[in-house]
């Protein structure tokens, strides 16, 4: 073969390369986020919200392994990967979980929670609502925090830089008048609390260390029914709030 045609051959290979180290560079550049929750609790329509793409209603999703979105350039909130671990399915969710704590750990975790106001689920094939207990969804989301609590310890001890954690309370347009309203039950998902979610978080705290771990707790609604008593700047002001104690978390601002 000719030197000239060696180079010529040589270019493709050369820019493959190239990209994919540009691509490495990209990857490792944007935060990661996992974004944990139990089935039904609202972390697919708040990611979708947060990384500025419109909601894609496909039932195959639910189930399947960790979902990936990336903040669109044109958002206020730069910079973010999230990796969004379904809620369904106990064998493909320890698979996820293992995933963004273990294998290739995150950045940052938003643990999604809705106050027993998850939604539902249907077996796959069979469609519409599911009626839930409340109490046996609370009882869920506390099971399936603390599994995700020691995930989140293990990850934190194991590494050398901090890790953040926001717990986000969700759906808060469905528990306008809870007892003490929104700020109570936000309270109740916080650090001290003495409920049996906020003695996890204690626990957890306690394991990984408070320098190795800083925890929020922020409200938060990411779908408004007609007729909500929620208003949609409400809603707007929540979301903001929380794209910007992101921001600070991950050193964006
Ligand atoms: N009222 C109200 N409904 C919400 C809110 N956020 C999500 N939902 C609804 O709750 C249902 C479940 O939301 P998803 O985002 O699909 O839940 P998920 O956590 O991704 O569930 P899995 O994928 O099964 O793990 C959907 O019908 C959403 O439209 C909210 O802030 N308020
Ligand atoms: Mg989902």
Redesign the pocket.
């Known amino acids: 073969m000719s030197d000239s045609r060696r180079g010529l051959r040589a270019v493709p290979s050369t820019l493959a390369r190239g990209r994919d180290r540009v691509t490495g560079v990209f990857q490792h550049r944007y935060p990661t986020v996992a ?1 944990t ?12 919200h947060l990384a500025g793409r419109p ?1 894609r209603d496909d039932p195959s ?3 399947s392994a960790v ?1 990936e979105r990336r903040v669109r350039r044109d958002r206020r909130l730069r910079g973010f990967r999230f990796r ?5 399915n106990a064998a493909t969710r320890l698979g996820a979980l293992d995933e963004v704590f273990h294998d290739d750990p995150v950045d940052g975790v938003l643990h ?1 929670v ?1 106050n027993g ?3 539902g ?1 249907r077996p796959a094939g069979t469609t519409g609502a599911v009626e839930v207990d409340r109490e046996e969804q609370l009882a869920r989301e506390l099971e399936d925090w603390t599994v995700t609590a020691h995930r989140i310890a293990s990850m934190a001890v194991r590494r050398p830089r901090p890790t953040w954690l926001v717990v986000v309370v ?5 528990f306008l008048d809870a007892p003490g309203g929104i700020d109570e039950v936000v309270r109740s998902y916080s650090p001290g609390s003495g409920t049996p979610f906020g003695d996890r978080l204690d626990e957890l705290r306690a394991l990984a260390g408070a320098a190795k771990l800083s925890i929020d707790v922020l409200p ?6 007609p007729g ?1 008593p929620l208003s949609p700047k409400q ?1 707007d002001a929540y979301l903001a709030a929380l794209e910007a104690r992101m921001g600070q978390l991950a050193g964006h601002v």
Not at 84 to 88: D, H
Not at 170 to 174: A, I, Q, R, W
Not at 220 to 225: G, I, P, T, V
């Open positions: 974004v929750g139990m089935t039904g609790v609202g972390k697919t329509e708040l990611v979708d909601r999703e639910a189930g979902m969004v671990v379904p809620g369904e999604v809705a106001h998850a939604t689920r969700t759906k808060v347009d469905l938060a609604c990411s779908r408004l029914d909500s809603r």
